[in-house]
């Protein structure tokens, strides 16, 4: 009996932050103490600790497990804490409040549903005390309590209590948080953590631990649309097992045997044939936070990076272009013309800065500096642009769709929550793509197994130039070349398509901008439908620019794309994969780009 | 959804992560109750398959119950099951058992050293061959750049310091004071050259969280875990030398879980039949930052 009133015990993550010093790890050891959370032992080796450095006790030392805090004085890491009340058990993290830890702090606060908020009577409101404010906020935490610790250095005086809480609630306001209270406390002496004090008769609110009691666990988010990140797509044939299933955690929503499922960004579309775990009965339909895998009727090509959404429900946003609440913490300052990597559920995008509309530094308050970059610490509003277009969700919308990282050097640098999506120059190509996906007839051989049967993978080769140089005669000796070696490779020149596929397209309006990007676009689906079916195709075009290859992108997966310019002087601001000087002869440019071909491993080494 | 499935879809998630991004994935077996559990949930993500090496540290020392169990399952599970040991400190017998060396030189050597060069190739690995049943040496001296480690946080002071992905330098330190952070649902899943990183799927799980996921999962343990009539019963597993039972009549996963949630545990640490915890004021931790599990 006893087991079954355990086991259906509720659990709340709970972060404590605010500034250095204001005494965040006394009021933990309190609330360890107040409730008989502790283990014997700790509380004794703590204690010894003491003694062998003949130091008085303090509730803060429980925390300070590691001997380099205890030598340093600070909490250096978000250390996790358990401890148990009437009507739940709660694991505190404890987040450091010194501002050199801050990417400790947001490690700590991003795993919490709730945040108390610590501030010291006698210094008031600091730096970090409106930077933690601010950070808590925006990682998503939206129960905050305040306690103003401390309140014997300020007598318990009630006027001087009000003055912080006045300063406090006007600062939060200014960044649209609301805290759920504000709590005179004296963590030392456990006044009104546990139980009221008698020091404060003014205060009629409730004691720490009551108020914690009555924060809520976060509302379940089955009612929103699906949404499941797709980590990976499995089929273990090695172990005998044919399932492809498509595996990710539900975010959001719920689904059920025999619904249809959209994929963004590519907007491909099947059904759900089952339900996969394991060492469970079969299930029929699956809901938020679980980690499941599901198997399609119709056999789709879908990578890690998708969204399975549900194609009867709200869509979500797809763009290369977003605006941001966005966080920095490395000592290197985020700036303009620096490729960056953004992650976001289980994609991973080149990402650059566009513009800053405006950054707060929680150190002077002042919400408008202008500034050409953005520094530790620093929070700004920003629009980034993506290498590619991701599907995502607003922060107002879904919140846990709009969080993303950015990747700079092997690490995590910052983070944000996107809210709005912005338009981008191929938002048209990529509607005419979606549509496509949507209608189009699936064969029953996949990539893969044709890839298998042909030995090789299929691949665009881009190879563009000034009108004059070499491009066409590079191309034939290519396609000569891999069609020897047996290779299923074919040639296509743009002028192919120009008088055929684009007849409709007026040739005296040819050069008008949006003719070419026209042109362009029908030359990638021709490309798109030739590496389909398992071909390299290799592509000679005029004077590419930038702009011309984000359309062929939008169309035909980026790894798939090698550019290659043809001739010495680069004319365009096209980035390339490779290019071929003017003194190269044909045939050893084609040998080139076959070695090349080989690296990449569209093509096979001979042994 | 109750909190055990919670900490099991987090754990899976992390699973998966680790799986998409590191092509040179391991995971740590012990054999003892957490890293079982981490296998399981290992077959759990990837639907009955364990598609990666599990990687065993044999100090040559342990109960020899737990070698049974480790193959018993290996084989019945078809697991990639590598094995590395120091074979040089063995040879010389620099050991606490030969009384050659104290408690934690014994460690480092026969763990923490074993480990490193199992995990960076260069010491010799031997394969199960599920056909024969029989170890063999492993043709691949690729290091591993991910290892999957079965810690937890609640275990001890250092370990709460942790983070789910958690990078290792080329000397296999981890810097404590000055770890990335890591937030939401993402990780640390990039590394430079020469360094790797420990994936903690179990951060967040209890001692008492493991016992009540093998009673819902009913997963295999090791039957030292259970009083066998004599009052005690080990808590925690490691090697024969330097591993005492507990004074415990729990004879099944239940009683376990009651003794547990009874408090009668609550005054001794679950490491507290591990001999090389005491040996100096912070004897783990120090282990830990050369690269101790």
Not at chain 2, 193 to 218: A, F, Q, S
Request: net charge positive.
């Amino acid at each position: 009996m006893l087991i079954e009133k355990e086991n259906n015990r509720e659990q709340m993550n709970i972060v404590i932050a605010g500034h250095v010093d204001h005494g965040k790890s006394t009021i933990i050891g309190r609330l360890l103490a107040d409730t008989n959370s502790l283990p014997e032992g700790k509380l004794k080796q703590v204690k010894k600790t003491c003694e062998i450095n003949s130091k008085p006790f303090e509730y803060a030392f429980l925390l300070d497990a590691l001997k380099d805090e205890q030598s340093q004085g600070i909490t250096i890491d978000s250390a996790r804490v358990f401890f148990k009340t009437k009507a739940r058990d709660y694991i505190i993290i404890d987040a450091p409040g010194h501002i050199e830890f801050l990417k400790n702090m947001v490690t700590g606060a991003s795993r919490a549903e709730s945040a108390l908020l610590v501030i010291d009577a006698n210094e008031g409101v600091q730096e970090n005390s409106r930077r933690h404010g601010y950070m808590i906020a925006m990682l998503g935490i939206k129960q905050i309590a305040v306690l103003v610790n401390k309140m014997d250095l300020i007598d318990y005086d009630s006027t001087k209590y009000q003055k912080i809480v006045d300063e406090y609630t006007k600062f939060l306001k200014n960044i649209d948080i609301t805290p759920t209270t504000f709590i005179p406390v004296n963590g030392k002496n456990g006044d009104n953590v546990a139980s009221l004090s008698k020091k404060m008769d003014w205060y009629s609110g409730k004691t720490v631990l009551d108020i914690l009691d009555d924060f809520q666990k976060e509302k379940s988010l089955i009612d929103k649309p699906f949404r499941m990140p797709i980590q990976g797509v499995y089929k273990f044939t090695n172990y005998g097992d044919d399932r492809r299933i498509i595996s990710g955690l539900i975010e959001t929503g719920q689904i059920a045997i025999g619904d249809e499922i959209a994929f963004y960004p590519s907007g491909k579309r099947s059904t759900i044939n089952s339900i996969e775990e394991f060492n469970t009965p079969k299930q029929k339909s699956a809901k938020a936070g679980k980690s499941i895998g599901f198997t399609l009727n119709e056999q789709i090509f879908i990578t890690r990076g998708e969204v399975a959404t549900k194609s009867s429900e709200r869509k979500p946003k797809i763009t290369s272009r977003i605006l941001v609440n966005f966080f920095w913490m490395d000592k290197e300052p985020f700036v303009k013309n620096k490729e960056y990597h953004l992650k976001i559920g289980a994609v991973k995008v080149a990402v650059k800065l566009e513009k800053i509309k405006k950054i707060i530094d929680a150190s002077n308050l002042d919400l408008n500096i202008k500034k050409e970059q953005i520094e530790r610490h620093d929070v700004a509003q920003c629009i980034l642009k993506l290498n590619r277009a991701i599907a995502f969700d607003l922060t107002d919308e879904i919140a846990t769709m709009s969080r993303f990282v950015i990747i700079d050097n092997y690490e995590i640098r910052g983070g944000g929550i996107i809210r709005d999506a912005l338009e981008d120059k191929q938002a048209w190509v990529r509607n005419y793509v979606m549509l496509r996906n949507f209608k189009w007839e699936k064969s029953m051989i996949q990539p893969g197994r044709r890839a298998e049967k042909y030995n090789q993978k299929s691949a665009l080769i881009l190879l563009t130039g000034k009108r004059d140089s070499d491009k066409k005669i590079v191309a034939k000796e290519l396609e000569t070349k891999l069609f020897e070696d047996g290779k299923i490779v074919y040639f296509l020149g743009i002028g192919n398509v120009l008088y055929g596929v684009d007849a409709d397209i007026k040739t005296k309006k040819r050069n008008t901008n949006k003719n070419r990007q026209e042109h362009i676009r029908r030359l990638a689906e021709v490309a798109h439908i030739l590496l389909d079916s398992g071909v390299i195709l290799i592509v000679t075009a005029i004077d590419l620019t930038q702009d011309d290859l984000e359309i062929i992108k939008a169309i035909v997966s980026q790894e798939k794309i090698k550019t290659i310019w043809i001739g010495d002087n680069v004319t365009t601001d096209i980035v390339l994969d490779d290019q071929i000087y003017k003194d190269e002869k044909p045939k050893n440019a084609a040998e080139k780009i076959k070695k090349s071909l080989q690296e990449m491993g569209i093509i096979f080494k001979p042994w | 959804m109750d909190y055990i499935e919670q900490l099991e879809n987090k754990s899976i998630y992390i699973l998966r992560e680790a799986y998409a991004n590191f092509k040179n994935l391991g995971m740590l077996w012990s054999i003892g109750k957490d890293s079982t559990v981490l296998l399981w949930l290992a077959r759990k993500a990837f639907f009955g398959h364990v598609p990666f090496p599990l990687v065993h540290i044999d100090t040559s020392f342990k109960i020899p119950e737990m070698i049974r169990y480790r193959d018993r399952l290996a084989m019945k599970w078809k697991l990639t099951m590598i094995c590395g040991q120091n074979e040089e400190a063995l040879e010389k017998k620099q050991t606490l058992p030969d009384g050659n060396v104290d408690h934690l030189t014994c460690c480092r050597l026969l763990k923490t050293v074993a480990l490193e060069n199992t995990v960076n190739g260069k010491f010799k690995r031997y394969r199960l061959n599920l056909k024969t049943g029989k170890y063999e040496v492993d043709r691949s001296t690729e290091p591993f750049t991910g290892v999957i480690v079965g810690v937890r946080s609640d275990e001890e002071g250092t370990r709460s310091k942790e983070r789910y992905f958690s990078a290792r330098s080329k000397q296999n330190d981890w810097d404590i004071s000055n770890q990335p952070p890591e937030f939401w649902n993402q990780f640390k899943t990039d590394f430079a050259p020469g360094t790797h990183v420990r994936i903690h799927p179990l951060l967040d799980w209890t001692e008492l969280n493991i016992w009540e996921y093998i009673k819902r999962e009913n997963i295999p343990t090791v039957s030292l875990y259970y009083d066998q009539g004599d009052g005690t019963r080990y808590r925690s597993l490691g090697c024969a030398p330097c591993t005492s039972p507990i004074k415990s009549t729990a004879k099944n996963v239940d009683e376990i879980i009651e003794e547990l949630r009874s408090g009668k545990l609550k005054n001794i640490a679950e490491r507290d039949g591990r001999a090389q915890d005491k040996e100096d004021g912070g004897g783990l931790e120090t282990l830990r930052k050369d690269g101790y599990m």
